[in-house]
């Protein structure tokens, strides 16, 4: 049935042949304009709720991808501009939206690939109104620290990208949300010294706070400058990572909104 009838049984679900592109709207509401919530990796489920409820007009789409980081980056490819463009035109049609009001883009764990290669491009940068990094954002090792024995530092070039998006949050030119927990793996940079890179380059140091927050996440840190926003929680555990996806719903509403 095309995505232009309407439906008793709304939100209406797309499952696009685009990749892996779930997509999920109000089709009883014949809107020419809506917000866009893009997000990478992570169940839809969770991604259609936290959006559905703050948000009811919007459209609600994600892609998973089998394997790591690099399979979001490879689905991004070598034109990331021109994937975007079609990625965003597939959505459109399905949708029957002539326009979106807003793109906020958002990932988890590896999803971040995508986000990444997309944000190398200037063009796709100027397309984007908003970010949400839940317990996403890995990198290679760089330079070593000073320190004996202590974890090399995150590659700056590869975090690059990220440092830059937090800059013009800062100036108030786009929104950002990053969040970490404290699980470190052993051979690549982990999500809170990842963080800690982007907070030092804008001059935004956490917070220090000892909260449980009512979706149970337990909350070490936070700060917030211009539309630039970061959480830092407590637990080194997969459930703590985890626990950054169920609540990213949470990581939506702290969105600093135009």
Not at 131 to 147: E, K
Request: proline letters at 4%.
């Amino acid at each position: 049935m095309s995505a232009h009838n309407l439906w008793e049984d709304v939100p209406m679900e797309i499952h696009h042949p685009l990749s892996s592109l779930r997509i999920t709207f109000d089709a009883a509401r014949q809107l020419n304009s809506r917000d866009l919530f893009l997000h990478f990796h992570g169940a839809h489920d969770i991604v259609h709720m936290a959006v559905q409820n703050r948000f009811p007009d919007a459209i609600a789409a994600s892609v998973n991808l089998s394997g790591l980081s690099g399979a979001y980056q490879g689905y991004v490819g070598r034109s990331p501009h021109w994937m975007f463009v079609k990625l965003l035109a597939e959505i459109q049609q399905a949708t029957a939206t002539k326009r979106f009001d807003s793109i906020t883009l958002s990932s988890f764990s590896a999803g971040y690939g995508a986000i990444r290669a997309l944000l190398e491009d200037p063009r796709c940068v100027a397309m984007i109104d908003q970010l949400v990094l839940a317990d996403t954002v890995y990198a290679s090792f760089g330079h070593q620290r000073n320190s004996l024995g202590s974890r090399p530092f995150p590659s700056h070039e590869q975090n690059k990208p990220f440092v830059d998006f937090a800059k013009l949050a800062v100036m108030g030119r786009k929104g950002m949300v990053l969040t970490h927990c404290e699980l470190v793996p052993e051979t690549y940079s982990s999500t809170e010294e990842v963080g800690q890179l982007v907070r030092d380059a804008i001059g935004a140091p956490l917070t220090s706070v000892d909260e449980t927050w009512s979706n149970g996440l337990r909350v070490k840190g936070h700060t917030r400058k211009g539309r630039f926003v970061s959480i830092a929680t407590r637990g080194n555990q997969g459930s703590d990572h985890l626990a950054h996806l169920r609540g990213i719903g949470t990581w939506y509403r702290l969105m600093p909104r135009f």
